[in-house]
């Protein structure tokens, strides 16, 4: 099972000093959390992308082929690729280029944003957000499996006779997640497609996920994928650690009642009662995360937010440790006892997705 570290890349005072990094210094950051990750033993960093304040990382194949650059064995992958608002071309040489840069270590996850403005910002209308998602990928699905692409919709010039550059690496394309935090259509999407879905699991209760995993698995069978139960699920999740809980509830909560994404509602002690959001010790964040599994089956991949809000980076860095060296390794072995031999046992990789392949030509 996969394991690691997703971020939005918010720039946010720290309410306890009043001080708001610059945006250098949290692109810097994001790097240096992406590069703790490897170093304790986690397998994936994951950035978002976003075109506006409070937000640094615009930019996400920049930020991850810097990344790739600097680490070894790290996955590297988005939170979200704006699917709706890139150009699908562009998009499918991007991450091309990243996945020769990084060695296949590559895979992203396609999704629609939550920042209403960046529609028309980019020329599009927000009224077609389903329909933007599900052309735009179908062309980037194309453009990745076939040299030469004919295409004409509704969205975009039509294109003759065109082969997207680099090809994919080894002639595998990314991996592909889709997040969605409430639409149906993009669950039948990644089902249709035996895509991955990511469940971004945060600021919902569980029931509201449920539906929408449930809803995938049940289409990922139907398509001939798999059994419902191999479908590959991704969840986020919130931790913030120390060894002792109160102590983490008392120097988190400054930074929970002024997050900008859910200060000043729900009470801390509310939230993590109805969210996944765990505060306290990393016995208490073991213990949380293994009823994921009750509640959504096995699953192949966790991200959790972890450096949102302020928090510093040095506290971020110790969170960091305590994942890799308390909570992580129990998480794998609990979870493997669990799982059933035919499910997977972690998200597809480019080097199992290229054996694969080289599989199905030999046969043929």
Do not use: C
Request: hydrophobic content about 35%.
């Amino acid at each position: 099972m996969q394991f690691g570290i997703f971020s939005v890349g918010d720039v946010t005072p720290d309410p306890t000093t009043g001080r708001e990094p610059s945006e250098a210094e949290r692109i810097r950051a994001m790097v240096a959390i992406a590069e703790k990750a490897e170093e304790a033993g986690l397998d994936v960093f994951a950035t978002g992308e976003h075109h506006n304040p409070p937000f640094v990382p615009s930019s996400p194949t920049t930020m991850l082929g810097y990344i790739a650059a600097r680490t070894e064995r790290l996955v590297l992958s988005t939170a979200t690729t704006l699917i709706t608002t890139n150009d699908p071309v562009k998009i499918a040489e991007d991450y091309a280029m990243l996945q020769h840069l990084a060695g296949g270590r590559v895979d992203l996850m396609m999704g629609r944003g939550n920042t209403a403005p960046v529609y028309p910002w980019f020329g599009k209308d927000i009224r077609d957000g389903i329909p933007l998602a599900i052309e735009n990928y179908h062309l980037l699905h194309r453009l990745w499996r076939e040299d030469v692409v004919d295409w004409e919709g509704k969205f975009r010039t039509p294109l003759q006779s065109f082969t997207s550059t680099p090809r994919p690496l080894d002639g595998v394309p990314p991996f592909v997640w889709h997040g969605s935090i409430r639409s149906p259509e993009i669950a039948e999407q990644a089902a249709y497609y035996g895509d991955g879905f990511f469940a971004n699991h945060i600021f919902w209760p569980k029931h509201h996920f449920q539906r929408l995993i449930r809803l995938y698995r049940q289409r990922f069978e139907h398509y001939g994928h798999g059994s419902a139960d191999q479908a590959i699920v991704g969840l986020g999740g919130q931790v913030f650690m120390r060894k002792n809980s109160q102590d983490a509830v008392r120097e988190f909560r400054p930074y929970f009642d002024n997050a900008p994404v859910y200060g000043h509602g729900p009470s801390l002690e509310e939230f993590t009662a109805e969210t996944p959001l765990t505060v306290g010790s990393p016995q208490q964040v073991i213990e949380k995360t293994l009823t994921f599994r009750d509640h959504f089956g096995d699953y192949q991949r966790q991200l959790f937010l972890i450096d949102h809000a302020g928090l510093p980076l040095k506290t971020v860095l110790e969170q960091i440790d305590m994942l890799g060296e308390e909570v992580v390794p129990v998480l794998r072995k609990e979870f493997e006892s669990l799982r059933p031999a035919h499910v997977p046992a972690t998200a597809p990789t480019h080097a199992s997705r290229a054996a694969e392949r080289e599989s199905a030509e030999e046969v043929r």
